[in-house]
């Protein structure tokens, strides 16, 4: 893949999953996957489900060079079988894990969004080809321990044809291979493709695990880690990308313009429309887009709940959501603009129009709702 463009399965500055050191708050998933292995009942396929960013890739990647990296249990007749793994660790200076960390393990297949050869720009899905080249890779030789391993990240971006490819292998699985399949949103799958794979569900992490998760990633908690708590739920996917993009200060100026309504500061919201429009500025865009999104969804919950959630994710928030979403009729109606928003926000990057002109456009909509 060239270099300058972004790999489909990493996060925009954060590690790889395959270099990621440790897996961090999701102990229940990994012994669930090692009971199953320790017990001889390792079924072929795993779908690891969860919001995005909370680890599943990851575990994907340690579950491969677990399984890669460790020999057939084999019966000693003298003192039994040796104990059972308690953990995914293998030493990074095990020939699989040096293998991985350099891209070239025989006995693994990453399968992502591909290159475009045409364009030259990277796929928005899976296709077929990108399945079908796991027919080659099941007719090479099997590497020590005759296993092969298969990541699908994310099988939510196969198209219809690379889903029915992938099933035909979930259906007629070649011996001693095992799938690890990634999705941020199962019921986009094929039931037939669910029914298949055994299930393996991650969390959000905790605070404590998220200050630890950043840490490991390298990333320097802002001022107010409890703002970033707030917007990123969990996932520290999602909170590398509002470190990375400067989300914090983005959300905190969404809630300053939702302060000055009904009458609306027009200035602040052209500067925030123009910032939108720079050259090279489609993450912030779309991150502009989530956090409003956000946003609506905060107000509406206020006034659902009688109470603004917390903590706070900006500056003076809880006041602003309060005095716009004060009851249950008003939090329908921020719900129903949030819905109608982003319909007419999607529709408009799907036909490509200035960015500028959807930041105005989804703001005047909010307008109009604090107005009526």
């Not at 390298?218 to 990308?241: F, I, M, N």
Request: aromatic share 4%; charged share 25%; net charge neutral.
């Amino acid at each position: 893949m060239s270099d300058d463009l972004a790999a489909p399965d990493q996060a925009p500055d954060a590690p790889h999953p395959r270099e990621t050191a440790r897996l961090i708050g999701q102990d229940t998933a990994e012994q669930a996957f090692l009971t199953a292995y320790a017990s001889d009942r390792l079924h072929h396929a795993w779908l690891l489900t969860g919001p995005r960013g909370v680890g599943k890739a990851t575990l994907a990647w340690r579950i491969a060079r677990f399984l890669l990296a460790t020999p057939p249990v084999e019966e000693d007749g003298l003192f039994g079988a040796p104990p059972p793994p308690t953990t995914l660790d293998i030493d990074p200076e095990h020939a699989v894990a040096r293998h991985m960390a350099a891209g070239a393990e025989p006995g693994l297949a990453p399968i992502t969004r591909s290159v475009n050869e045409k364009t030259g720009k990277l796929r928005n899905e899976i296709v077929v080809d990108d399945i079908r080249k796991l027919n080659r890779f099941f007719g090479l030789s099997a590497t020590d321990g005759g296993r092969r391993v298969v990541i699908v990240d994310a099988a939510d971006e196969m198209n219809v044809s690379a889903a029915n490819a992938l099933l035909k292998m979930l259906e007629e699985p070649p011996a001693r291979t095992t799938l690890l399949l990634i999705s941020h949103q199962p019921s986009r799958l094929l039931p037939t493709i669910r029914s298949r794979c055994r299930t393996l569900r991650l969390s959000p992490l905790s605070p404590e695990d998220m200050k630890a998760a950043l840490a490991q990633a390298g990333a320097v908690l802002p001022d107010h880690p409890e703002r970033l708590a707030a917007l990123a739920a969990g996932s520290v996917g999602d909170a590398l990308r509002l470190l990375n993009l400067d989300g914090l200060r983005i959300y905190a100026e969404l809630i300053a313009i939702l302060g000055t309504l009904p009458r609306l500061d027009r200035s602040r919201s052209l500067a925030l429309a123009e910032a939108a429009a720079q050259r090279n500025a489609a993450d912030k865009f779309e991150l502009l887009l989530t956090l409003t999104d956000m946003a609506l969804t905060r107000l509406a919950r206020t006034g659902a709940m009688g109470q603004p959630p917390q903590p706070e994710a900006a500056p003076n928030e809880s006041e602003v959501l309060t005095r716009l979403a004060g009851d249950a009729r008003k939090a329908r109606i921020w719900a129903d603009t949030a819905a109608t928003i982003t319909a007419r926000a999607r529709h408009g990057q799907a036909v490509n129009l200035d960015p500028a002109a959807l930041v105005l456009d989804t703001v005047f909509k909010i307008k109009e709702t604090a107005a009526g």
